[in-house]
Nanobody
Framework: QVQLVESGGGLVQAGGSLRLSCTASGRTFSSYAMGWFRQAPGKEREFVAAIWTTNTYYADSVKGRFTISRDNAKNTAYLQMNSLKPEDTAVYYC????????????????WGQGTQVTVSS
């Protein structure tokens, strides 16, 4: 069992930056691919970014603005978000799965509780 806890959300003006963190319990963090998803009000949860070893994967809407990374020694994954836009406003969730990176929500086994990101115009 893996427990995930996100942090780092908040309110930021358009053009600003935030860094989200996702800390995992357990001793096998390095064996999991990590993903970030988001859900805006009234919309379905959507893929944002994923990382497996050093391989990364991004949604087109965030490519060039967001960077996913991980520190296996700290059992933590990060999402650095730059040049934020009002349309990035959502609850952001981290997720973990065994094996390779994926953009498919249903392929992830463990989820955090989410952290709110609000971007004002």
């Amino acid at each position: 069992q893996v427990q995930l806890v996100e942090s780092g959300g908040g309110l930021v003006q358009a053009g600003g930056s935030l860094r989200l963190s996702c800390t995992a319990s357990g001793r096998t963090f390095s064996s999991y691919a990590m993903g970030w998803f988001r859900q805006a009000p009234g919309k379905e949860r959507e893929f944002v970014a994923a990382i497996w070893t050093t391989n990364t994967y991004y949604a087109d809407s965030v490519k060039g603005r967001f960077t996913i990374s991980r520190d296996n020694a700290k059992n933590t994954a990060y999402l650095q978000m730059n040049s934020l836009k009002p349309e990035d406003t959502a609850v952001y969730y981290c997720a973990a799965r065994r094996g390779g990176r994926s953009r498919i929500l249903s392929e992830y086994d463990y989820w955090g509780q989410g952290t709110q990101v609000t971007v004002s115009s």
